[in-house]
């Protein structure tokens, strides 16, 4: 029989809050993140509103978080990384794991060579204002740009670091410095699907014998400028008017009546161990990855290119890409459809990407859709697209440990065949929760968690 | 697991004999830079894939992709030769028509790559910063920058980039329907995603996988970044000869693009369908320095701990002979970049995986006349492999004519290394390292039947 995976610690890291407690909290309390975005001045945009990662009102920060002697790193990070640096800290101590954050002479719980690293990234935009303060020191007579003087004097202006904030491997790159993460690394940039696609790979690499504990998950930042332009215009994001009150309640999973979420940033990332040695060394475990799957869907006739412009992003039948997915989580978990007690989706909220979730969903759980709770988190968080898989995933696992489901907020009503309407936290049997999303790009994934034995 | 087909776009051309051809000529396709005026640039020259039409290898299909990126287009012309290859039908069908082939399930047919982004709109994206910049404060006025921005940028454009949308239009035109996964570890990546594609069969969620990677970063921003952390050779006056790994007068690697590929089966599924079997997969190890963002490990550390677990992984003990009295591991092909750091550690890292043997295990780069393709590099390199072990040739280090003494193992200087008297080239390793620490290496095996 393969190893088993089971979480044992979570670092979340949203609007709804700094470290799993906080988050679950404010999910059971019904308490939305979603605010004015303060990372820079965003009135003027037609996406004003956002679900930013804060601490006591400001901006949560690495500096806080990592050892003294490499705050001076935090410098070369970009939101991003500092927010996945801040996770997996949490996430090693919440599941009282001993790495070399603690020191050079600390007893670690595992030998760094068995520890690895899966944290999904997103395509990290530069800092606007970073980036244009050396672009505007290269114009020509006339003040236009000139690639010329780019050339000359302009590339001399950008810290000599620049690209290193950048590459989207930076994540687990200063995650595997800090924690001394030695065994198999990578970055998986599959959008909303990177998380769950990153916890299969710890899952497989676990399981193979390559490691006995992995940092699996993913964050993203979407609250920068060009985030917010760049999805904005993709038509991933709600048109509201920055005087509104309570704006979660026009982020409405299922609902045709608002099209588009806002922004977030976040993620979660979690301590996955092989189980007897999780066992081994007392440590609680929240649940058991007992199933993973992925797939692809493809395009309609007329071509990718086609729906890339028309639909801002690969349309086609997600539905079935995410059915495939889910099944072959099933199958992974040896279970059926029927032993699902709950299902943590995407719920982006936008129109179409909604419609081929709950095509996907009800193509495997038929009928018996509606009577299945959705746990739907944009409402409290926004679209955290790299973070949204494994925000989910962590969600999923406190709630399985929790034995309860958050509260919904819902502003509106939701389609009938979705069980998605506002409601309180409550106390479920969940033995088994169903993680699933599709994303941006066409790649759909889907995660078993179990209750732990 | 065996490999049953491949391809590739290299900026010494996309047919694999042909620019086989080349490499073990010494040829070098490193020149000015072409895509766009660099003459000013610290670096200035590049290894580039010129005269690329899709349409030469998808004809009218190509239509299909024509809003995918350089990296995209390159990996769909690598993805479909690597199918061709297979046996899995003809390259050119009918436009409107679904792909599909006979010889396998579309759902079990998985798709793992390492592709980078697409480019930067780099005109469009300075105009908005432009607008938006406030000369007096020195700041952006992010007032004016928003509606600059939405003005400006092309919706499509800007979806493009997305790291994932290049394995979306493989995977549209190949039909994959199975498992999916797109990494990005730097100069890693292609490597990694055909170790854990390899990974995924052996688990059995797939019976076949497209794997391997596509990039382009010869653009403005690209550029930048790389000459901004010096890690690019300023040979302005000579580009053909600027990459000189191991050569102590080697100042950076060279930027390269273009895409590899390769379909990877179980044995079983392979055999059962009659396929032509490239070669056995044997190991894939993987590592992570967990050093410093900016430096290697001075020892080859992880470098080593990846070559290891692939060597385990393939039942090779690194310190054994073969039958004809050579060192087990009959080629390693470097990851060797040609900057200072990384052809000195890794030859730090080969020596503690060899210990006595080193020196007599032929250990080159070919990266000295392809450039560094970055997140293509090693599913390219993996494809120089499966040629080395089909002539039973080893092909050489370019330009390295004055040997760093750090660097002093088996390089293969100048001219390739004919093996076929000796039996030929049965074992190889091929590394890529990421920058942030991420080392992988995959062993591939002749296949023995």
Known sequence: MRPRCVITGIGAVSAAGIGIEQTWDSLCSGRSGIAPISAFDATTSPHPFGGEAKKEDQLVSARDYVPKHYRKATKVMARDTELAVVAASLAAADAGLVTREAGEDAALTYPSSRVGCHIGAGFIAAETEELTSALVTAKDDKGDFSLEKWGEVGIGNLQPLWLLKYLPNMLACHVTIIHGCEGPSNTITCSEASGLLSLGESVRIIERGDATACFSGGIENKTNPMGVTRMGMLGRFAELDGGIDEPWRHVRPYDDSVCGGVPGEGGGIVVLEEKSAAEARGARVYAEVAGIGSAQSQPGALGICHEVSTCGGPGGDADEGLADAIEAALRDAKIGPDDIDAIVPAAMCVSTLDRAELGGLERVFGARLPEIPLVTLTPFVGQLFSGAGAFAMAVGAKAVSEQQLPARLHGGWPEARAGAGASESVDAELMNVLVCTGSLSGQAAAVVLRRAD | ?449
């Open chain 2, 1 to 449: 697991m065996v490999i049953t087909g491949a391809g590739w776009v290299t900026p010494l051309g996309d047919d694999l004999d042909a620019v086989w051809e080349r490499m073990l000529r010494g040829e070098s396709a490193i020149r000015p830079v072409e895509h766009f005026d660099a003459r000013t640039f610290a670096t200035n020259f590049a290894s580039q894939v010129s005269g690329f039409e899709l349409a030469k290898f998808l004809g009218p299909r190509a239509e299909r992709h024509e809003c995918g990126s350089f990296a995209t287009r390159f990996a769909l012309a690598a993805a479909i030769r690597a199918w061709e290859s297979a046996g899995f039908g003809p390259a050119m069908i009918e436009p409107g028509a679904p792909r599909k082939s006979d010889a396998f399930d579309p759902k079990r047919f998985g798709v793992y790559l390492g592709s980078g982004e697409g480019r930067v709109d780099f005109e469009n994206f300075v105009r908005s910063n432009y607008q938006g910049w406030d000369d007096e404060t020195r700041r952006i006025d992010f007032r004016r920058w928003m509606p600059a921005a939405a003005r400006n940028l092309i919706p499509a454009r800007e979806l493009e980039q997305e790291p994932a949308m290049c394995i979306a239009h493989v995977s549209a035109e190949l039909g994959c329907r199975g498992p999916v996964s797109n990494c990005m570890t730097a100069c890693a990546a292609s490597t990694q995603a055909v170790g854990e594609a390899f990974e995924l069969i052996r688990r059995g969620d797939a019976d076949v996988m497209l794997a391997g990677g596509a990039h382009s970063m010869i653009h403005p921003l690209g550029m930048t970044g790389f000459i901004r952390l010096t890690a690019m050779s300023k040979r302005n006056d000579d580009p053909a000869t600027a990459c000189r790994p191991f050569d102590a007068t080697r100042d950076g690697f060279v930027m390269g693009e273009g895409a590899g590929m390769v379909i990877l089966e179980s044995l079983e599924h392979a055999q059962k369908r009659g396929a032509n079997i490239i070669a056995e997969v044997a190991g894939f190890g993987s590592s992570a320095d967990a050093y410093r963002i900016t430096d290697i490990h001075p020892e080859g550390a992880g470098a080593a701990a990846a070559m290891r677990r692939a060597l385990e992984q393939a039942g090779i003990d690194p310190s054994s002979k073969d039958a004809s009295g050579r060192p087990a591991v009959h080629w390693i092909n470097a990851h060797g970049t040609g900057t200072k750091e990384n052809d000195k550690t890794e030859t730090a890292g080969v020596k503690r995986v060899f210990g006595e043997l080193a020196p007599k295990v032929p250990f080159s780069s070919v990266k000295s006349m392809l450039g560094h393709l970055i997140q293509a590099a090693g599913a390219v390199e993996l494809i120089t492999c499966l040629q080395a072990i089909k002539t039973g040739i080893i092909p050489p280090t370019a330009n390295l004519n004055n040997p760093d003494p750090d660097c002093d193992l088996d390089h293969v200087p100048g001219t390739p290394r004919d093996c076929t008297g000796v039996g030929g080239v049965d074992v190889c390793l091929s590394n890529s390292f990421g920058f942030g620490g991420q080392n992988n290496t995959i062993c591939v095996r002749r296949f023995a039947g």
